[in-house]
């Protein structure tokens, strides 16, 4: 990193943390990403091979931003400050989501480009959110993984799903994640986990950047596009509580813009791994963030419903679900 540099955003979780640094003569920005105090391992990125794959496909709607390994750290370039995710919390509905209508439906057109490529030979990593959850599923006491990163507030939360939830959805969760896990030879290329908080749009001229290779692993096409919908209908489901149904039927419009930009029918597999994504982040947010009873409450209430209906309602945007 150059001295000429200036921090210009910090943040994170005991996971993952985040820098964001402008570079001189307007070049744009460098965007850090390392691991938080509670990761053992550090972030990873993407072989050579895959790399070389990636670069080779024809140019994406949405841009894809490799990162450069400094030591334990992952540089990615990009012409804006702030995520998507960040734009959504702090901006009025009419300046945010027309802009986030636009890049998620560009989003679901890059991961298209993304998922033509066959993992055989370039990836055999499992999805690291799935894997996660299913090893805190399968503990039945909410000890997670080698480590015990983050476990005081995961064993808090366990009893709080096993309540809410009930044995017999965490075992059929559970399958699910065994079942997304499972090795394939039609495997393809991941992002891993796909979201507002990856896009950088630009701050002012310049290009939107998807951020990709910190979590890339093998699997079937829906489990990211059943991320991006799991993470817009877990907001859906917290605005309708706190804010209403017309604001969540307002907020659905960004979720009818990814499923547009899909361009093929959405299988049943997708609204699943969408709501393995949902209880995934409540697991990460309670181990890495903080406990939010109120929130863990409203999370898990569409997780038990998404459950019962084999998440079909993470894959309707009109009307009511």
Same mark, same amino acid.
């Given at each position: 990193?150059?001295?000429?540099?200036?921090?210009?955003?910090?943040?994170?979780?005991?996971?993952? =943390?985040?820098?964001?640094?402008?570079?001189?003569?307007?070049?744009?920005?460098?965007?850090? =990403?390392?691991?938080?105090?509670?990761?053992?391992?550090?972030?990873?990125?993407?072989?050579?091979?895959?790399? $070389?794959?990636?670069?080779?496909?024809?140019?994406?709607?949405?841009?894809?931003?490799?990162?450069?390994?400094?030591?334990?750290?992952?540089?990615?370039? +990009?012409?804006?400050?702030?995520?998507?995710?960040?734009?959504?919390?702090?901006?009025?509905?009419?300046?945010?989501?027309?802009?986030?209508?636009?890049?998620?439906?560009?989003?679901?057109?890059?991961?298209?480009?993304?998922?033509?490529?066959? +993992?055989?030979?370039?990836?055999?990593?499992?999805?690291?959110?799935?894997?996660?959850?299913?090893?805190?599923?399968?503990?039945?006491?909410?000890?997670?993984?080698?480590?015990?990163?983050?476990?005081?507030?995961?064993?808090?939360?366990?009893?709080?799903?096993? =309540?809410?939830?009930?044995?017999?959805?965490?075992?059929?969760?559970?399958?699910?994640?065994?079942?997304?896990?499972?090795?394939?030879?039609?495997?393809?290329?991941?992002?891993?986990?796909?979201?507002?908080?990856?896009?950088?749009?630009?701050?002012?001229?310049?290009?939107?950047?998807?951020?990709?290779?910190? /979590?890339?692993?093998?699997?079937?096409?829906?489990?990211?596009?059943?991320?991006?919908?799991?993470?817009?209908?877990?907001?859906?489901?917290?605005?309708? !509580? =706190?804010?209403?149904?017309?604001?969540?039927?307002?907020?659905? $419009?960004?979720?009818?813009?990814?499923?547009?930009?899909?361009?093929?029918?959405?299988?049943?597999?997708?609204?699943?791994?969408?709501?393995?994504?949902?209880?995934?982040?409540?697991? /990460?947010?309670?181990?890495?963030?903080?406990? /939010?009873?109120?929130?863990?409450?409203? !999370?898990?209430?569409?997780?038990?419903?998404?459950?019962?209906?084999?998440?079909?309602?993470?894959?309707?945007?009109?009307?009511?679900?």
């Amino acid at each position: 990193m150059q001295a000429e540099e200036e921090l210009v955003d910090a943040y994170g979780t005991r996971l993952t =943390r985040t820098q964001v640094f402008r570079r001189p003569d307007g070049a744009g920005y460098r965007w850090v =990403r390392s691991g938080g105090p509670d990761r053992l391992t550090a972030p990873s990125a993407p072989s050579d091979a895959v790399r $070389a794959r990636i670069r080779a496909l024809p140019r994406s709607p949405l841009p894809f931003a490799l990162p450069q390994r400094h030591g334990r750290e992952l540089h990615f370039f +990009a012409d804006g400050t702030e995520s998507l995710a960040n734009i959504l919390m702090t901006r009025p509905p009419e300046v945010a989501y027309p802009l986030a209508e636009r890049l998620l439906t560009e989003l679901a057109r890059s991961l298209a480009r993304l998922h033509s490529v066959p +993992a055989h030979g370039l990836s055999g990593d499992r999805h690291p959110g799935v894997l996660r959850l299913s090893q805190w599923l399968a503990s039945g006491t909410g000890r997670s993984w080698a480590g015990g990163c983050g476990d005081d507030e995961a064993d808090r939360l366990f009893p709080v799903a096993r =309540r809410l939830l009930g044995k017999a959805r965490l075992e059929r969760l559970e399958e699910w994640c065994l079942r997304f896990l499972a090795e394939s030879p039609e495997a393809v290329l991941l992002h891993g986990k796909p979201g507002t908080g990856l896009i950088v749009p630009p701050t002012r001229a310049g290009m939107p950047v998807l951020l990709l290779g910190e /979590d890339m692993a093998a699997g079937p096409p829906c489990l990211d596009v059943g991320w991006v919908l799991g993470e817009l209908a877990e907001l859906r489901q917290v605005i309708r !509580v =706190r804010h209403g149904t017309d604001e969540a039927a307002r907020w659905s $419009a960004l979720g009818r813009a990814f499923v547009a930009g899909c361009a093929w029918p959405l299988p049943e597999e997708a609204g699943m791994a969408a709501t393995l994504g949902i209880l995934t982040h409540v697991r /990460d947010f309670c181990a890495y963030v903080r406990w /939010d009873e109120d929130w863990v409450s409203v !999370v898990l209430e569409a997780v038990a419903e998404e459950t019962d209906r084999n998440g079909q309602g993470n894959l309707r945007w009109s009307g009511e679900i």
